[in-house]
């Protein structure tokens, strides 16, 4: 049912089709950290960084290497995983609000870096003119294009990510996040599970940084900065920690909010804080959890509400 | 060759000598109750056997292998499962998911392989959860396989905690006081399981209060006090030993 409707949303309604390419776009950087928070329960406040490699590796190699967009596309993932690789290894170690403020100053360093090493990565303007995405001679143009482009990658990742979470590296992470020393005590490597499924959500993220890349045609480092990490980690918990459909829909809500909110001007960040309150208050445990039945039940009580009416009259 | 050696092993926390050169064996395919009063050390030898900690001095070793100072999930994988003292398990997961988990070194597949859901991935996911159905099966357990590790009673959640260890086909079991807070018939019928997986090969060292269940099933008693073995002898000789009936007269009060 939500594939038919993804496939016939730009039939329906065109004029969504940029803001939902978007959505797509967060909505894998959400899926993979949804793995690694809502799953594994480790945090990342500098998931924007590996989004952030993935653009700038887009944006180089097509650009200045001239490198067909689909090799860029593969290397932005491999580019994001290492690095993740690199910063994982030391600071994985670290748990909780060590974790979360180690990935923050990361996130931070990445940014620094990137507006001061002018001559790779354009300084603080970015690069411009970053090809479409094309493979074997189709060229994704249009809105229309790379709507399909994004979800299409989207949905294969989610493949990917369900069939972790039904395996024996699912219920690693998961145990992980419910118990180091249980999960050592049955021969799981902790270290190399919360290494693993880091590098993983990097590699999401960096595919995302790619996709964005190519769909914006930029990459500067407005984009990459600690509100898009804290985004991030927003459409995790909304969507519903341990779910992999909740961080979609969530990113799909957060990104039409933002830009709605976004004609608000000055007053659109309190809203949106008001939004989020709302949202924690009435769905504690995310909105993705259950979602299904939470769904059924509201079209039950849609119908309920109409034989009422009927009988009353 | 005894299955796990401990020798001359001590444990210092900051000044305070929590295991004061202890020697003791587990042989293979026995029983071996450990017990002594509340900070007698008890708890403290098995994180050190399981590798949560590390000895100040003295050597651990497993089927002639030296373990000290190897990772807890390197142990675990040599053979030797644990429960814990406190219940730890997985609450968020099923209760197969929970048995599943703990056969992780003998399911196929990381990462990627998984991700990408190849063919043994399926063939070894599928043996895994007929095996894991077993041992439910054996612990009485596989009515509320799908429910919640959370939602079990306490003594049931002690059992998929066994389970949990079970899955990983240990040579050698470390129950830390697996009966504590069980009915008198949960304890009963935990002692008949316990007796099982000795005839089905498996050594196992208990540490527990509950006096009545270590003298039933061990086959030979080590008792701690204050950090230093004080006997370690047939459960018969062991109750008439002067010093640990002192011992016990002493802490307990009778």
Redesign the interface.
Known sequence: MYLGALVLLPVIWPGSLFLMGLAGIYAIVALGLSLFLGYAGQISLGHAAFFGIGAYTTAILTTRYGVPSVGAFGASAVAATALAYIIGKPILKLKGYFLALATLGFGEIFLVIVREARGLTGGVSGIFGVPWFSAAGFTFDTSFKQYYLVWGVLIGLVL??K??V???????L??V???E??????????ARVKL??FV?SAAFAGLAGSLFASVMSTASPDAFGLGLSVLIVMMVIIGGM?TLYGPIFAAIFLTWLTDVLGAYQEYSLPLFGVVFILLLIFFPDGVGTRLNARLIYLISYWGRKQRRERVNT | MPLLAIDTISKNYDGVLALNRVSLTVRARTIKGLIGPNGAGKTTLFHLISGLESPSSGTISFRGMAITGKAPHEIAALGVGRTFQTIQTWGTMTVVENILAGMHTRVPGNFLSCGFWLPWIHKGEKGALKEAKGILEFLGLLGRWKWPALQLSFGQQKMLELGRALAMRPKLLLLDEPAAGLTPAEVKKLSEKVCQLRGQGMAVLVVEHHLGMVMDVADDIAVLHNGELIADDTPEAVKKDPRVIEAYLTVAGG
């Open positions: 990917f990510a069939n972790l039904r395996s024996k590296m699912g219920r690693a998961l145990a996040a419910a118990s020393d249980a999960a050592a005590s049955v021969g799981i490597n902790v693993g499924v993983i341990g």
